[in-house]
């Protein structure tokens, strides 16, 4: 699981080697121009998609990498956009649901770029020079780590579900006892939440977050660092 | 000193989890705290650093008091300092991506200035033999170095005594002997609820024995240990060591 959001994040191409403030810049610029495109755009919107694609490509990233994350994204999308033509009896909206599909996956497909040209760490110090508040960077440094714990939580209960259905079980009964699955994670996650809490408090944590200064730059290839 | 006087604690719509507790641990002792699993030893060890009761009114006493610092709301802060809790699952404890980030948590809470910051951040992860590690992802550490990790995050903070709760669980054995080891070198008080009763034997001068939320025996380890009586009585064994006569 630590290698599915960023696998490819402590590269060594050219895309790698730019400058952070250079690499958020751009993907923030693709999506703001897409977004920001009018419907009718659809050839600038394919210009942004190659720009994207050759972005990815420069990185070294694998299609077939890209082909698996946007498979996993496009239903979500799908259902939200397709609420637009449903709202009109399937009369009118697809104009607009078609371009709410493609800037999403323009804007996907930049953020993905992002993720996997520098590693996540450097990305949130970046984030933070840029005016990010500093809570906001907590959460998503809380994110991240915890994403992690969380799934490999989900993986030891399914582990422990297969030890022992058998093989056997209708397709309802296997619906009933995922979605049970998810609900303990849940409990877990509010549980686990609280104990960190506790450990925040424990090391003096009173609400007020700090960040430990040292740029990220000073990481090595091999992801050991030359000087704190 | 840790001074406890009749500390009763009871979870909400749970049962009592501390009766009547009473300990004085002088300073620079190594104390070890055992019992049978749900005997209130996590539960005594939370209320060392203030984390219980929940919402402890401003003037209220707790029942404990470390180095003279009665636990009141309005002193956490200066006991939080004092007292470094290491908790049982270090992916409780280890809450930042990036390991120096997570050991300078809490120096950066003390409001301490960034030079100092970052050398107690080298100093901690030397101490604990992770020197090279501050960039490390924490998710990417195998267990016993994720326990280190923890264990620097606390030294980070300086405190004058050690909580530590079940340090020593699902580490393999060289994970175990470095963690010993870095125990050894701390010059402080040191609590330390495990299971491990070969290992208490090794660290603590002293053991109390803990069960159902009383506290049944306290006094030398070699006594208490080999008490063969009383160890099964209160769900636990005579160590290995102890009772095949390795321990000198």
């Known amino acids: 699981m630590i290698s599915y959001l960023d696998r490819y994040a402590r590269g060594a191409t050219v895309c790698h080697r730019w400058p952070a403030s250079l690499k958020l810049l751009l993907a923030f610029a693709v999506t703001l121009t897409s977004v920001l495109l009018p419907h009718q755009a659809w050839p600038a919107q394919g210009v942004l998609a190659c720009f994207v694609f050759a972005g990815h490509s420069l990185a070294g990233i694998p299609f077939d990498y890209l082909l698996r994350r946007l498979l996993a994204f496009a239903p979500l999308v799908m259902m939200m956009s397709l609420a637009l033509p449903l709202s009109q009896g399937f009369a009118a909206g697809w104009e607009v649901m078609l371009s709410i599909l493609c800037r999403s996956g323009v804007a996907f497909l930049a953020g993905l770029w992002l993720i996997n040209v520098m590693p996540f760490d450097q990305l949130l110090f970046t984030l933070h020079r840029f005016g990010m508040p500093k809570l906001l960077v907590a959460m998503l440094a809380f994110m991240y780590r915890y994403v992690f714990v969380l799934w490999d939580e989900y993986d030891r209960m399914q582990t422990a579900r297969s030890a022992r259905d058998f093989g056997g079980g209708s397709a309802a009964l296997r619906w009933r006892i995922r979605s049970q699955l998810i609900g303990m994670l849940l409990i877990r996650a509010m549980s686990r939440a609280e104990r960190v809490h506790g450990a925040m408090c424990a090391r003096g944590w009173d609400g007020t977050v700090r960040v430990f200064e040292i740029p990220p730059e000073s990481v090595t290839r091999n992801g050991n660092h030359r000087t704190i | ?248």
Request: aromatic share 4%; hydrophobic share 40%.
């Open chain 2, 1 to 248: 000193m840790i001074e406890m006087s009749q500390l009763s604690f009871r979870y909400p719509g749970g049962r009592a989890a501390l009766k009547d507790v009473n300990l004085k641990i002088e300073a620079g002792e190594v104390v070890g705290l055992v019992g049978p699993s749900g005997a209130g030893k996590s539960t005594l060890l939370l209320h060392l650093n203030g984390l219980l009761p929940l919402n402890l009114a401003a003037d209220a006493d707790s029942g404990v008091s470390i180095g003279g610092i009665p636990i009141r709301k309005d002193q956490l802060t200066a006991i939080r300092r004092e007292v470094g809790l290491l908790f049982q699952d270090p992916d409780d404890q280890l809450f930042c991506p990036i390991v120096q980030d997570d050991v300078a948590f809490g120096p950066l809470n003390l409001n301490l200035p960034p030079g100092e910051v970052r050398q107690r951040v080298t100093d901690a992860l030397a101490a604990v033999d992770l020197a090279n590690y501050g960039l490390r992802q924490t998710a990417q550490l195998s267990v016993g170095e994720r326990k280190r990790v923890c264990l620097a995050g606390v030294l980070a903070c300086r405190p004058s005594v050690l909580a530590l709760d079940e340090p020593f669980s699902n580490l393999d054995p060289r994970a175990r002997r470095k963690l010993i080891a870095i125990l050894q070198n701390f010059a402080g008080t040191q609590v330390i609820a495990t299971h491990d009763l070969d290992l208490v034997l090794e660290l603590c001068q002293r053991v109390i024995v803990l069960d159902d939320g009383r506290v049944r025996a306290d006094g030398p380890t070699r006594a208490i240990l080999s008490d063969r009586e009383l160890m099964e009585q209160h769900g636990l064994e005579v160590p290995y060591r102890r009772a095949s006569g390795r321990d000198g």
